[in-house]
């Protein structure tokens, strides 16, 4: 995952586009690269790794009045993260160049075709042969050799391309990897591979979809099929997120603001949604009749990363409350196996973006299948929400912090949301429960809001003790299991420390070995129904010398017994 931002308009190119990669970085990059046209030619600058390395070399070029090029940062998947492979890449004559997220699956012999035909290399990457072979069917139109050029690629790629022959045009193209237009009257053309970096400019965005390019200009855009070469009729979506909403205002990062717009998130998700008279849950966008909710024997739920854990949480609500026996399945491996779903199954996929490649990739078997899809999803507009049958939205807004928080929570108020439908419309749940139910949930908002300033302070304090270590483990039972998990990933993602997430119960089947002083433990310890086999885990890990730090519920005086450090949470 990386970013491509390309603009073409009336502002100065260099300050839009490093912006608009900054807003990219939470996708993960490891060298960045920029490239505008000024006086007929193009000027190049990549540098490895952050961002900032790359501004470093810019130097006055920041202030260059040019205002079309592209930028890009790279997640190298062939060639090693060095500046020679790191993108923009250039065809033999150095007028044309391409930036490529994704990969050229048929580079090798593509490469060994044109290296016959005299081109020069310039690096290892699958994406210089982009350069090459358009630059093979360059003759007058830009549109006309792209189009051709990747009539014989095999692969995924969003791509940016901008020729010295055509100086006031970029064009885009996507197969498998997400890209998207902004457009704006007087702005300009915008390309990204998400949203966050048109936000300051435009709310108008067009999602490209696979086998599409786009020419853009900074008065015009005109997209067309890249099988049948037609132009193609594209919604111009308006989206609700504003710029001040990719702003840290305030915060010392995204991540911490993000975590403090959780209570937010949820609101917005979970208003309108629930009658709070009688707790029944309104979901018009999921498009299921009542026989079809009625006709349902399994529901499969798709996702990966932290949508996954959201879907491991959701299990155990559907199936505790719903009565409906649930699959959950990492995308990347659903796609790939033999899948036991027919009509009667329900394909419930999860992610921030809609754009996910795997689960993309997952739903469209499943509906082949003859399963109807539901996407839970934050982007409105985006390539799943399309594919489903029906979506819940969550209304996070946009989330530009690596590791992902309110986008997480807000899926969880929507699979909660949906579990409540579920059992409703099943007639699993009476009115009176479903009644408090709902309303704890539209009350959880403020709960959160209330905590989260002392538990930020608490917290500050209690790392004083933990943060040289280099591995940790997290552990819970039931719910709280795949929360463990997710906790380890954060503490992965984000402190680069090594961390593994359990099911309290296993840790007696090995990785209880591991135990001492210099491996603490995170334990996740609420009063619910497993509190005291969850407790009878950590007693063990206590005798073992391990370091506890247990979260737990207020007054509850026994954890301190036992723990290190208790977190207390209402
Ligand atoms: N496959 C290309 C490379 O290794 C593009 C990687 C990316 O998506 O950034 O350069």
Request: glycine share 8%.
């Amino acid at each position: 995952m990386c970013g491509i931002v390309g603009y073409v308009g009336r502002r100065r190119l260099v300050p839009v586009v490093l912006e608009g990669l900054k807003r990219l970085e939470y996708r993960g990059y490891d060298s960045a690269g920029i490239v505008y046209l000024q006086d007929g030619a193009l000027v190049k600058f990549r540098s490895e790794g952050k961002l900032q390395n790359l501004e470093n070399i810019l130097g006055e070029a920041i202030g260059a009045s040019s205002n079309i090029g592209l930028g890009h940062t790279r997640w190298a998947t062939h060639g090693a993260p060095t500046t020679e492979n790191a993108h923009p890449h250039s065809d033999c004559t150095g007028d044309l160049v391409v930036v490529h997220n994704g990969i050229i699956e048929n580079y090798h012999s593509l490469r060994n075709e044109l290296l016959a035909k005299g081109h020069v290399f310039a690096s290892e990457t699958d994406t210089e042969v982009l350069a090459h072979l358009i630059e093979e069917y360059l003759e007058k139109d830009l549109q006309v050799a792209v189009t051709k050029a990747l009539a014989r690629v095999e692969g995924s790629y969003a791509l940016g391309v901008l020729w010295t022959g055509m100086p006031d045009t970029l064009i885009a193209a996507r197969n498998h990897s997400p890209l998207v237009l902004g457009v704006h009257d007087e702005e300009g053309g915008f390309m990204a591979s998400d949203i966050p970096p048109l936000l300051p400019y435009t709310d108008q965005i067009i999602f490209l979809d696979d086998l599409e390019l786009a020419v853009l200009k900074g008065d015009s855009h005109v997209v067309y099929s890249l099988v049948s070469g037609d132009k193609v009729e594209k919604e111009v979506k308006t989206i609700s997120w504003n710029s001040a909403m990719a702003e840290k205002g305030g915060y010392k990062h995204f991540m911490l603001k993000e975590i403090y717009e959780q209570p937010q998130a949820i609101i917005d998700t979970v208003s309108g949604r629930i009658n709070p008279e009688t707790g029944s849950v309104e979901l018009p966008e999921m498009n299921l009749s009542d026989a079809d909710l009625a006709g349902i024997e399994r529901i499969f739920l798709v996702a990966c990363g932290t949508s996954w854990h959201a879907a491991l949480v959701a299990k155990y609500w559907i199936e505790r409350w719903a009565g409906i026996p649930v699959e959950v399945d990492i995308a990347s491996e659903f796609r790939y196996r033999k899948l036991l779903i027919d009509k009667k199954v329900l394909t419930i996929s999860i992610s921030q973006s809609g754009d996910t490649a795997d689960t993309l990739a997952g739903i469209r078997l499943a509906s082949e299948l003859g399963s109807k899809i539901v996407t839970i999803c934050n982007v409105v507009g985006s390539t799943m929400t399309r594919e489903a049958h029906g979506t819940v939205y969550t209304h996070a807004g946009p989330e530009i912090g690596v590791a992902s928080t309110k986008a997480f929570t807000s899926q969880l108020a929507a699979l909660f949301l949906f579990t409540l439908y579920l059992a409703e419309k099943r007639g699993k749940m009476e009115a009176n429960k479903r009644l408090e139910m709902g309303r704890e949930l539209i009350n959880l908002a403020a709960v959160i809001d209330k905590m989260l300033p002392s538990l930020q302070e608490e917290i500050k304090k209690l790392i004083e003790n933990y943060y040289d270590v280099r591995d940790f483990l997290f552990v819970g039972r039931g719910l709280n299991f795949p929360i463990a998990l997710e906790g380890a990933l954060k503490l992965k993602e984000i402190s680069y420390i090594h961390a593994e997430g359990y099911a309290s119960g296993e840790l007696k089947h090995g990785p209880i070995a591991l135990i001492d002083k210099d491996m603490p433990v995170l334990g996740l310890v609420p009063r619910d129904a497993v509190y005291q086999k969850s407790i009878s885990n950590l007693e063990e890990i206590k005798a073992r010398q391990g370091r506890l730090i247990l979260i737990g519920t207020q007054g509850d005086e026994h954890l301190k017994c036992i723990a290190d450090d208790v977190i207390y949470l209402p």
